[in-house]
C-alpha cells in the first residue's frame, strides 16, 4: 500500500513539474514574439550609442571644387620654396598634392568663377590654370570630447566646396565655434577656425577665394588626423 502511495506521488509531482516547464516555455515563447526582430534591436543599442558615446562615424559626400595651378614639381623643396615666395607677396599660396608636389592658389565652385582671380594673378607675373580637384566619399571614425564640433566643422567645410562661399556658411561656422568651443577649444579645430575667420574678415567674394585653399588645406589635415595618415 505504502508502494503504492509513492508511485503515485512521483506521478503527481512529475505531472507537475511537466505542467510548470510548458507554462515556462510557453510564457518565453510569447514574451520573444512581443519583441522586435534582431535587425531592429541591434539598430535600437546603436542609436543610444550614438547618443551616449562618444564616437562618431562621419561620412563626407564626394565633392569637387577648383583652384589656380601655379606649377607642378617632382621635388618638394621646390614647391614649398615657390609657396613661400608667393605667401611672402600676401598670396596665399598652398602645396594640394605631393610626388608631384602641385601650388596653388585660391578656390571655386567652377573654373569660370575663377577668371577674375587668374587675372588678377596674371597682372602680378603669375599664370595660372585651373585645376578641377575630386574628393571621393570619405567615412573615418571622430572621437574625443571635440567630437561633435569636429564633425559639424567638416561637413561645413566640405558644403562649402559643394557649393562656394555663402554667408550661411560662414556664420554657421562661427555660431557652431562660440556655442561648443568653450574656454579650453580643441587644439586639432583651432587652425581650421582661424582660417574661417580670415574668410570672414574678407569683405568681397573674390578675396574670400584667394585665400580659401586654406581652409581646404586645413580640412585634409583634420582629416588624416582621424584616418591616421
Not at 503527481?12 to 514574451?31: C, Q, V
Not at 610626388?99 to 595660372?128: F, M, N, Q, Y
Not at 578641377?132 to 564633425?151: D, K
Amino acid at each position: 500500500m505504502k508502494t503504492k502511495f509513492q508511485v503515485v506521488l512521483v506521478l503527481i509531482s512529475g505531472i507537475i513539474a511537466l505542467a510548470l516547464l510548458t507554462w515556462g516555455i510557453g510564457k518565453i515563447y510569447l514574451e520573444l514574439l512581443g519583441q522586435p526582430g534582431r535587425e531592429q534591436v541591434v539598430g535600437v543599442l546603436a542609436q543610444n550609442h550614438e547618443k551616449t558615446g562618444r564616437d562618431t562615424i562621419l561620412v563626407l559626400p564626394k565633392t569637387t571644387f577648383w583652384t589656380c595651378q601655379v606649377g607642378v614639381f617632382q621635388k618638394e623643396g621646390n614647391a614649398r620654396s615657390v609657396r613661400e615666395q608667393l605667401n611672402a607677396k600676401g598670396l596665399k599660396a598652398e602645396v594640394i598634392s605631393a610626388d608631384p608636389w602641385i601650388v596653388a592658389i585660391g578656390i571655386g565652385h567652377s573654373a569660370d568663377e575663377l577668371k577674375p582671380l587668374r587675372l588678377r594673378l596674371e597682372e602680378e607675373g603669375l599664370p595660372t590654370i585651373p585645376k578641377q580637384i575630386s574628393l571621393p566619399e570619405r567615412s573615418f571614425r571622430v572621437a574625443g570630447n571635440g567630437a561633435q564640433l569636429t564633425t559639424e566643422l567638416l561637413t561645413n567645410v566640405n558644403d562649402i566646396l559643394q557649393k562656394g562661399f555663402t554667408e550661411e556658411a560662414l556664420a554657421k561656422e562661427e555660431q557652431l565655434w562660440t556655442t561648443q568651443a568653450g574656454d579650453h577649444s580643441p587644439a586639432d579645430l583651432e587652425a581650421l577656425h582661424e582660417n574661417y575667420c580670415r574668410i570672414r574678415s574678407k569683405t568681397t567674394p573674390e578675396e574670400r577665394k584667394a585665400i580659401g585653399l586654406s581652409l581646404f588645406f586645413e580640412f585634409q589635415r583634420v582629416i588624416n588626423k582621424f584616418s591616421g595618415k
